[in-house]
Nanobody
Framework: QVQLVESGGGLAQAGGSLRLSCAAS????????MGWFRQAPGKEREFVAA????????YYADSVKGRFTISRDNAKNTRYLQMNSPKPEDTAVYYC???????????????????WGQGTQVTVSS
């Protein structure tokens, strides 16, 4: 499995911006599709965005499409989630995940991912 560590969470103003990072250990991490998920208090964890291992394919939840951008820098073994114009409803713990089995180009279901970070809290104030 891959070790994942998220960072960059914190307090953001609605309409501002925030960038989350996900650093990974393991030299083969660059070959894995990767996703971001989030879990708000009292809610199920939900899909946010996913990116293929080469970065050519991305998927987004409808709720973040046009505002969030997922990207990856394989040379740095790091993935990013750029959050522009965040809203209070984006408040959640954000998790990055890796699909080491490469079950899909860029899976949107959390069941396809087998490595998870510890999560980073994002709070958006209005």
């Amino acid at each position: 499995q891959v070790q994942l560590v998220e960072s960059g969470g914190g307090l953001a103003q609605a309409g501002g911006s925030l960038r989350l990072s996900c650093a990974a250990s393991g030299r083969t991490f660059s070959m894995y599709p990767m996703g971001w998920f989030r879990q708000a208090p009292g809610k199920e964890r939900e899909f946010v965005a996913a990116i293929s291992w080469r970065g050519g394919t991305t998927y987004y939840a409808d709720s973040v499409k046009g505002r969030f951008t997922i990207s990856r820098d394989n040379a740095k073994n790091t993935r990013y989630l750029q959050m522009n114009s965040p809203k209070p409803e984006d408040t959640a713990v954000y998790y990055c995940a890796a699909d080491s089995k490469r079950t899909a180009v860029a899976a949107t279901s959390e069941g396809e991912y087998d490595s998870w970070g510890q999560g980073t809290q994002v709070t958006v104030s209005s």
